[in-house]
């Protein structure tokens, strides 16, 4: 079983571009500016978790979930997905909400509402001690990444937790910092803070936009190489419609680039790649420490394949939608 931490939070997105009343009227009335938003459960690490699921690998998530207002409804739609919430914790704080803007491509943007919401309020005695476990569900692995370990009080109490794992080296660690800039407040600590996490991380996968806030002027190659140094065994840099490449330690590399889709929006296409990357680890038998150190270029092509096919397919349809295994396969033999 994988197993996922982070946040679950409810997107509200646009429902439809047209005013419910006309937008001409300059009167001032409320009704010429209202719009129509439209709530979707959200939150990196909860549309991994869903798309791990969908693709057939057992999962279970660990999230912090307010008992009141969006809280159940979030918890429901990850029950109904076949989440294991076992290792979950009920909060008196407020869910998180996230309001998406999306632009003429669909390309979605992000205004939060916290950060003193369920989400980031992780203590040491929350998180699970994998030490039991691992034993009991059979975790050989833990995803991690976004808003979690970017707000404090929850983000040092991960980054800990983690580095508690990457000493062990019997779960496999996978990160994604998914960085949201405007929630970072202190970026200059975020950056302090990274370094631990990175060398705690079997796997990093970031974007190239990721990149850039953290290191102006970077390659994607050299931080592949600082991130290698590092110890990490795995660094995949995505570049939107460019596609991504793996850099692995052993030297292989491995390039591929989406399908032409039509959008819809892009809202969760990040969070598919990831699920479909990890899903192909999975499901070969790669995903745990000392496996991964030995994929080769084939096996590395075959799992971008797959990771930005599932990206792909999920901008065809609205909100954080990822793909059933079956669906995925059917999408990749069409464009084959």
């Not at 407020?94 to 309001?99: G, P, S, Y």
């Not at 803070?193 to 970077?218: C, F, M, N, Q, T």
Request: net charge negative.
């Amino acid at each position: 079983m994988t197993l996922v931490v982070g946040e679950c939070l409810a997107d509200l997105a646009p429902a439809s571009a047209v005013a419910l009343a006309d937008p001409s009227d300059a009167t001032g009335k409320v009704g010429a500016w209202a719009r129509q938003l439209v709530a979707m459960p959200g939150g990196g690490p909860a549309n991994i978790a869903v798309g791990l699921v969908r693709l057939g690998v057992p999962t279970a998530f660990a999230g912090r979930f307010s008992r009141a207002g969006f809280g159940p409804w979030l918890r429901s739609y990850l029950v109904a997905n076949g989440l294991d919430l076992a290792l979950s914790v009920d909060a008196d704080e407020d869910a998180t909400l996230a309001l998406v803007t999306l632009d003429g491509q669909g390309r979605a943007s992000y205004t939060f509402y916290g950060p003193g919401t369920a989400d980031w309020q992780w203590g040491p005695t929350e998180l699970p001690d994998l030490t039991a476990a691992s034993a009991d569900r059979g975790i050989c692995a833990v995803h991690t990444g976004s808003i979690a370990l970017t707000l404090e009080p929850g983000a040092g109490v991960l980054a800990e937790w983690l580095a508690g794992l990457r000493r062990g080296n019997r779960v496999l660690v996978s990160f994604d910092p998914n960085m949201r800039p405007s929630l970072v407040g202190d970026l200059s600590a975020y950056r302090e803070r990274l370094p631990g996490v990175i060398s705690s991380s079997h796997i990093v996968k970031a974007s190239d936009e990721d990149v850039e806030v953290l290191y102006p002027g970077a390659t994607a190659p050299e931080i592949a190489d600082r991130w290698l140094s590092a110890g990490v065994s795995l660094v995949v840099i995505t570049e939107g419609a460019l596609g991504a490449t793996a850099f692995h330690q052993n030297g292989a590399r491995a390039h591929a680039a989406p399908p032409p889709v039509q959008v819809v929006d892009t809202i969760g296409a990040g969070d598919s790649f990831s699920a479909g990357l990890l899903a192909y680890f999975a499901k070969n038998g790669f995903l745990e420490p000392a496996a991964l150190t030995t994929l080769s270029e084939r096996h590395l092509h075959e799992a971008i394949v797959q990771a930005v096919s599932a990206s792909a397919l999920t901008c065809t349809r609205p909100g954080a939608d990822p793909p059933t295994a079956q669906e995925l396969a059917r999408f990749i033999a069409e464009r084959s």
